[in-house]
C-alpha cells in the first residue's frame, strides 16, 4: 500500500519570503500525487495535481510543485508567501484505485 | 457550480444522541467518500460509495456508524449513539472516478461535531 510522509509538522515564514513543503511517498509504480490546502474552518481544497508528463506542476495560488522519482518527493513550492497562505498543507498519493493516502499536514504560520 | 455541500457545519450534542450528517456532492459526480478527521489520526476514510452503492466500508469505526446513499445527490453519516470519542470534524468528498487511474476528490467545509 503507498503512504505519504510529510517530514515538517509546522513551519514559520515571513511574508514575501519563500516556501518549500517536504512530501516523500512510498509506492512502487509512478503514483498520482496532490498537494490539498485547509483554512481554518474550511475543507480541503485542491492545490495541484501530478500524474504523467512534466514533472514540474503549477498548481493555483502562485504554487507548484516537483515530481522527483529518484528521490520519491513531490515538494510544493511558492516564492513569495502572502498572509493568506497560512494553513494546513497536505500531500497525498493516490495508486489508481479510489483509495488516496494523506499525510498527517504541515502547519505554515506567515509573520509579518 | 456549488461544490460539495454538508450541513449542519457544526453540531453539539450529549453523550448517547443520534448524530446525522448530511451531503450533496458535486453533480454528475460518481463517487463520494466521508471522511473523519482528528488531530490523533489525521484523515480517516470511513467509507466509499460509487454509483450509490457502498463499496468500501472497511473504515466505519464501528456499528454505531452507518451511511446510506439512496440516491446521486445525496448521502448521509449517522451516528448512534454518538460517544465523546466521535467528536471529530467530518468531511464528504465527492469525485468522478472511472475505477481506475486518478481519483480527483473535491471536499465538502466538513461538519463539526462535539458530542459532551
Known amino acids: 500500500a503507498q503512504s505519504v510522509t510529510q517530514p515538517d509538522i509546522h513551519i514559520t515564514v515571513s511574508e514575501g519570503a519563500s516556501l518549500e513543503l517536504r512530501c516523500n511517498y512510498s509506492y512502487g509504480a509512478t503514483p498520482y500525487l496532490f498537494w490539498y490546502v485547509q483554512s481554518p474552518g474550511q475543507g480541503l481544497q485542491l492545490l495541484l495535481k501530478y500524474f504523467s508528463g512534466d514533472t514540474l506542476v503549477q498548481g493555483i495560488k502562485g504554487f507548484e510543485a516537483e515530481f522527483k522519482r529518484s528521490q520519491s518527493s513531490f515538494n510544493l513550492r511558492k516564492p513569495s508567501v502572502h498572509w493568506s497562505d497560512a494553513a494546513e498543507y497536505f500531500c497525498?498519493?493516490?495508486?489508481?484505485?479510489?483509495?488516496?493516502?494523506f499525510g498527517a499536514g504541515t502547519t505554515v504560520t506567515v509573520r509579518a | 457550480d456549488a461544490g460539495v455541500i454538508q450541513s449542519p457545519r457544526h453540531e453539539v450534542t450529549e453523550m448517547g444522541q443520534e448524530v446525522t450528517l448530511r451531503c450533496k456532492p458535486i453533480s454528475g459526480h460518481n463517487s463520494l467518500f466521508w471522511y473523519r478527521q482528528t488531530m490523533m489520526r489525521g484523515l480517516e476514510l470511513l467509507i466509499y460509495?460509487?454509483?450509490?452503492?457502498?463499496?468500501?466500508d472497511s473504515g466505519m469505526p464501528e456499528d454505531r456508524f452507518s451511511a446510506k446513499m439512496p440516491n446521486a445527490s445525496f448521502s448521509t453519516l449517522k451516528i448512534q449513539p454518538s460517544e465523546p470519542r466521535d467528536s471529530a470534524v467530518y468531511f464528504c468528498?465527492?469525485?468522478?472516478?472511472?475505477?481506475?487511474?486518478?481519483?480527483?476528490?473535491?471536499f465538502g467545509a466538513g461538519s463539526r461535531l462535539t458530542v459532551l
Open positions: 468528498a465527492s469525485s468522478l472516478f472511472g475505477g481506475t487511474g486518478a481519483n480527483v476528490l473535491t
Open positions: 460509495f460509487n454509483n450509490n452503492v457502498p463499496i468500501d
Open positions: 497525498a498519493v493516490g495508486a489508481g484505485d479510489y483509495k488516496l493516502s
